[in-house]
């Protein structure tokens, strides 16, 4: 095909395919199957039917994009740079997946502005999806009025085999069909192949079918490689149905154009090499040089530019109506997307004394959650179908559902993966909603990726998690963490507190608030058993990650630190060696990264170098004490699976009892 016979939209598809081709080939590493093959499908999307300003990747109306089959991550830097976004240039693609680069080898929504997410593992990227689309029908129902739709966008995303195998995605995709989220399109690319060849292999379900039954409405786009004025058909069907989200299956060609490595596994991951490269040009007409784009490509690509200034300066046009019809529902608006939190906010949280009545923290959570859900309306979310064990319904708010989208209580059902990766991409929607999303604590091994692309990819979300040791009781060993603290510890930027009374249940909820507002996660663990109001805790120790909470001397014997419900064992132990005449400091360490973000001389006043003699008291794995207690340390923890007994009876049988705290003690102090 020779390239004046190529209207410019077929150029402009090239220049998608040509861009991935030379990045991965110059890179040596990489994924042109999907580029190639998707192009058509994303090319019509970004230059007929998407909403965004190229010059303001942040327009808060602007149509989101998620490419979950991340590894084809080419196709957007190629999109990015075509439509004329600062952020990507044509240096930056020929950078693509080096150190420090723009073009890391899939999306990254802290690297790359006009990438909303991180997409890494299959499936997140959809589940994401819908975090968004939940996003914006919450808060269309929140601020939008009949004449003045100030929230209206759409969410488009663009998924594969692998994303549709994932575990994932069914969960999140099975939410979306019931909330009935029309605002939500997804572009199935249906090539076939994935790493290990066909997906007859392992795969050959009825996808359509399966989205059916979602509750999807469902479209099927048969010859993706050319028919431009099909998938814009199948995206305006899309778009006219309201009442249900809709998947557009689009079967393409993997590597589409490649004489040789077409429609084979070959193409799925690796470079296509010189040879094939040469004759991939010639196959489809593209005469020119790596990473050269024709001017007249450019100028028809980025005529989005021009689009996207219009877009942009009507919705201003219609916000500056609203805010002056609407000037209290606009204050709170601009708040949401300022970042900013309601003044005084942090002055609803209680505090306690000793003679406040004992109760497990996880009812600390709830108080706190509903007293902050009074001030701090950006909070939204629910639990995986344990609401009335993690205790995080927001009273008297009504539920998320559908048609009553202005409530914030979500449902999640019994999905914890698809709840954290949700939740996700409701904080990384741009507008100030501060998700939260609950379960026990041992399941975080079923949302672990959710739970890490949180912390990668800078989303503020709060992780609820209640029953949070062998304590939670009768369910047995399935049931009760041990090793889940320190493996949650270990994930950078997440900052896991572990409270010890409703003091610090009040400053954990403070410093998640503030980290949510900051675009950094926080993982809150509480208990199911009640637990004494401490005299010495605070929130303000809560924010430092540890304090002294008892013994005021300068140079003690020994240093007891524990952290939630075993601070209490450990001040009383304390006491009673006080009594008899040693000097002991209790240190309570509910979150072990904000201590050690604190300055050396703090540190060094909570646990100085010289007391040696240190004793650890966790209901969990001894992972990682070994930095606090040292050589000449110990530790009361735990380091086999639970038992199914009643909660008492499991600490108690574990050793969790004041009087072996004591026996410890005595040990170490001789």
Known sequence: MAVATQSLEELSINAIRFLAVDAIEKAKSGHPGLPMGAAPMAFVLWNRYMRYNPKNPQWFNRDRFVLSAGHGSMLQYAL????????????????????????????????????????????????????????????????????????????????????????????????????????????????????????????????????EAYGWHVLHVEKGNTDLEGIAKAIEEAKAVTDKPSMIKVTTTIGYGSPNKANTAGVHGAALGGDEVALTRQNLGWSHEPFVVPEDVLNYTRKAVERGAGYESDWNKTFTDYKAKYPQEAAEFERYLSGKLADGWDKVLPTYTPEDKGVPTRKHSETCLNKLAAVVTELIGGSADLTHSNLTEIKGKGDFQKGQYQNPNIHFGVREHAMGAICNGIALHGSGLIPYGATFLIFTDYMRAAIRLSALSLAGAIWVMTHDSIGQGEDGPTHQPIETLASLRAIPNLTVIRPADGNETSGAYKVAIERAKHNNPTLLAFTRQNVPNLANTSVEGVAKGGYIVFGDDATPDLIIIATGSEVNLAVTAAQKLTAEGKKVRVVSLPAWDLFEAQDAAYKESVLPKAVTKRLAVEAASSFGWHKYIGTEGDAVTIDRFGASAPGGVCLEKFGFTVDNVLAKAKQLLG
């Not at 890494?120 to 129902?141: S, T």
């Open 80 to 211: 990015l740079y075509l439509t004329g976004y600062d952020s990507v240039s044509l240096d930056d693609i020929k950078q693509f997946r080096q150190w420090e680069s723009k073009t890391p080898g899939h999306p990254e929504n802290f690297m790359t502005a006009g990438v909303e997410v991180t997409t890494g593992p299959l499936g997140q990227g959809i589940a994401n999806g819908v975090g968004l689309a939940i996003a914006e029908a919450h808060l269309a129902a929140k601020f939008n009025k009949p004449e003045a739709k100030i929230v209206d966008h759409y969410t488009y995303v663009i998924l594969g085999d692998g994303c549709n195998m994932e575990g994932v995605s069914g969960e999140a995709a099975s939410l979306a069909g019931h909330l009935g989220l029309g605002k939500l399109i997804a572009l199935y690319d249906d090539n076939h192949i994935s790493i290990d060849g066909s997906t007859d292999v392992a795969f050959t379900e009825d996808v359509s079918k399966r989205f």
